[in-house]
C-alpha cells in the first residue's frame, strides 16, 4: 500500500461562514485534509472533533428561543471605542473587526465551563452568526461600520447564555448524528478535519472542498491505494482522492 497526497491551495484571503462546509467559520481553522478508510474510522472516533459543526449547526436552532435584542450599555460603550479607533485611522471594517470583539472575553469566560471547549465552539458559532448577519451589507465609512459591528457582537452577548443553554439540551444528540454520518462515509467519499476539528462527510464533500479552494483554504486530500499490475486503484476526483474499490486512477 502507497499513501497518496494531493495539495490544493489558491491565493484568496480565507472567510468565514462557507456555505457548502455547513456554514462552519474557517479563519482559525488550517490542516485541512479529507480522510478516508481506516484514518477516517480512527478520527471519527475522536473524543470533542464535532464540537465545531455542532455548534455552527444548532445556533439557528437555538435562535428560535434566543432572540434578544443588543443591550444598550454595550453598543454605546463599543461604538464610542470604535468611533475612537476611526478618529485616529484605523480602518474598522465590520466583516473583520466584528468576530474580533466577539469573542474577546471568550477564553476568560470557558475556563471555568463544564467543557471548556463546547463553550468556545458555542461561543464562536454565536459570534460568527450574529456577524455575518449584521455586516453582510453596509453602507458607509468607518462610523457606520462600527455601528454594524458593534450590534452584531453586542447581540451575541444579549444571546450568549441562551444559546449555550440550548445548545447543551441537543449537543450530545448533535454529536452522536455527526458521528453516524462520519463512519458511513469512511469507506466512500471520506469526511473533511480541518484544525482535527470535523467539518463535513459523504458527498457532500466534494462541494465543500470547492468552495474552500475559492476562498484560498489550503487542502490535503490522502488516500490509502493499491498499487499493483493493472495500475493504482483508487480515483482521483475534482481534485481530491476518494476511494473507488475497482476503479483505476486515469
Not at 39 to 68: M, N
Not at 100 to 108: K, M, P, S
Not at 129 to 147: K, L, M, N, P, R
Amino acid at each position: 500500500m502507497a499513501s497518496l497526497a494531493v495539495g490544493l491551495s489558491a491565493a484568496l484571503p480565507a472567510r468565514a461562514g462557507i456555505e457548502e462546509c455547513g456554514n462552519i467559520r474557517f479563519d482559525e481553522l488550517s490542516g485541512c485534509e479529507v480522510r478516508v478508510s481506516a484514518e477516517c474510522d480512527a478520527s471519527c472516533s475522536e473524543l470533542g472533533i464535532y464540537e465545531t459543526a455542532c455548534a455552527t449547526k444548532l445556533v439557528p436552532v437555538c435562535k428560535t428561543e434566543c432572540s434578544l435584542s443588543a443591550e444598550a450599555t454595550c453598543t454605546d460603550s463599543c461604538t464610542t471605542q470604535c468611533q475612537t479607533d476611526c478618529d485616529r485611522g484605523v480602518n474598522v471594517i465590520c466583516s473583520h473587526n466584528c468576530f474580533v470583539e466577539c469573542t474577546t472575553e471568550r477564553d476568560a469566560e470557558c475556563a471555568a465551563a463544564a467543557d471548556a471547549g463546547r463553550c468556545s465552539a458555542t461561543w464562536d458559532a454565536n459570534c460568527d452568526s450574529e456577524c455575518d448577519a449584521q455586516c453582510v451589507t453596509v453602507d458607509g465609512g468607518c462610523y457606520q461600520h462600527c455601528i454594524e459591528c458593534c450590534g452584531g457582537s453586542c447581540t451575541a452577548d444579549a444571546n450568549m447564555d441562551c444559546q449555550t443553554t440550548c445548545q447543551d439540551e441537543i449537543f450530545e444528540d448533535c454529536e452522536h448524528e455527526f458521528r453516524a454520518n462520519c463512519d458511513a462515509s469512511c469507506s466512500a467519499d471520506g469526511a473533511l478535519f480541518c484544525g482535527g476539528k470535523y467539518i463535513i462527510s459523504g458527498s457532500q464533500v466534494p462541494a465543500c472542498v470547492k468552495a474552500l479552494l475559492a476562498q484560498g483554504i489550503s487542502v490535503e486530500a490522502k488516500a490509502e491505494v493499491s498499487i499493483g499490475p493493472d495500475g493504482v486503484t483508487g480515483d482521483l476526483s475534482a481534485g481530491m482522492c476518494a476511494v473507488s474499490p475497482g476503479s483505476k486512477a486515469p
